[in-house]
């Protein structure tokens, strides 16, 4: 997969109304439904957010065993989706790799649930 052309520019408040968080995966498992192979996940986004529910095509490079625990990134104020069965409530973030699989966007450090990035 090549890198696609910068998107156009944006203000500081356009970025704000992105609401982009970090939280941990306390349950992973396979989503043979989905279209494409996929993890459903549920994601501990601290108490004023809770626990939401995504799925995300993680399959190359993740177990559901190697997700939990895991601190990931989301954006947690688009609309649920439904994707296949599952409501998504969140985006789980990444980035493509050289074939164009997910890898996932994360801290390097622990960081409190329900963290907002800026």
Known sequence: MTASA???TITYDDFMKVDIRVG???EAEPYPEARKP????RID???DIGIKRSSAQ???HYTPEQ???RQVAAVVNF???QIGKLMSEVLTL???DEAGAVVLFSPDLKVPNGGRLF
């Open 38 to 41: 996929a993890i459903k996940l």
């Open 45 to 47: 986004f601290g108490p």
């Open 24 to 26: 941990t995966v306390v």
């Open 67 to 69: 997700l939990v625990g």
């Open 79 to 81: 609309p649920p989706r």
């Open 94 to 96: 990444g980035f493509p």
């Open 58 to 60: 993680l399959t190359v």
């Open 6 to 8: 910068p998107a156009p």
